[in-house]
């Protein structure tokens, strides 16, 4: 798609049929537009035809480096079953013989949407760890005296 500072809209390549009785070099100049850019659009036009002004995605047509399904069910199943962190689930992964990143196991978790752990258990029951009481050993033990500035 193009944006609002694109030198040339569709509209605009449609307009470049005047390369084929001029100079790229010459139309280039005229329309304010690079020869790369223009010869680019114009094998396109040769190539395509109409077809070939259209814009096209970005997207890479494979990744091949991508993780693996079984892999990506075995990160999500080990932070919902056990609460594990990327570190954790990584170091798991690599005593199986898969060998990914701490950075890509965050990314997987951040896309499955259960990177915090306020995902996995909204209220924070499970979460939430029993306070530890503070218990005085001695009468006098806990007592905090903050007087150095009124003692002078």
């Known amino acids: 798609m193009t944006h609002a500072n694109a030198p040339l809209t569709i ?32 094998s396109r036009y040769d190539q395509y035809g109409e077809a070939g002004l259209q814009d096209r995605l970005s997207v890479p047509h494979t990744s091949p480096t991508q993780t693996p399904p079984d892999v990506v069910e075995r990160i999500e199943q080990l932070r919902r079953d056990s609460k594990r962190s990327a570190r954790r689930i990584a170091l798991e992964l690599a005593g199986h013989g898969v060998r990914i990143s701490e950075r890509t196991v965050g990314r997987w978790l951040a896309r499955l949407g259960i990177n915090h752990r306020r995902f996995l258990d909204p209220d924070g029951s499970v979460n939430r760890r029993p306070p530890k009481r503070i218990v005085a050993r001695y009468p006098g033990h806990m007592v905090h005296s903050a007087l150095r500035g009124q003692c002078r």
């Open 11 to 42: 509209q605009g390549r449609r307009r470049l049929e005047r390369c084929r009785t001029r100079p790229i070099t010459h139309v280039a100049a005229e329309t304010g537009v690079s020869r790369a850019c223009l010869s680019k659009w114009k």
